[in-house]
């Protein structure tokens, strides 16, 4: 899958509180991964379709931990790519959560 490098190439600068020396840590140790990390999750919820996936379940699917996985679907909605499906599903702890879902199957080169 040929991609739009904006889109999925690794970031130089991932967000971090910029009070949090460890926040601005982790956003310098992910930044190589970037990239990778949110195709992999954009790539997941385009093959859920409609069905999507709540962040939980992004995790389970992905071995990717909350840390990792979250910040990687925010990114995302903020590039127009993923979107609130309007449902939720139960977590396993039994609370609601919001199905995301791919708000563009194919954008520019993705």
Sequence with gaps: ?????????DDPAPPAQA?????????????PVSGELRRRVY???VGRG???ATDEEMQGA???GA???R??????VELGLVKDSG????????????????????????
């Design 62 to 64: 992905l071995a990717m």
């Design 71 to 76: 910040p990687r679907r925010i990114e995302l």
């Design 19 to 31: 009070h949090s020396p460890t926040s601005r840590a982790a956003a310098d140790g992910i930044a």
């Design 50 to 52: 409609e069905d999507g």
């Design 87 to 110: 449902r939720t599903r139960r977590t396993k702890s039994g609370r609601s959560a919001v199905v995301w879902v791919a708000a563009a199957k194919n954008p520019e080169g993705a």
């Design 1 to 9: 899958m040929s991609h739009t490098p904006s889109l999925f190439d």
């Design 67 to 69: 840390s990792t996985q």
């Design 43 to 45: 790539e997941h919820l």
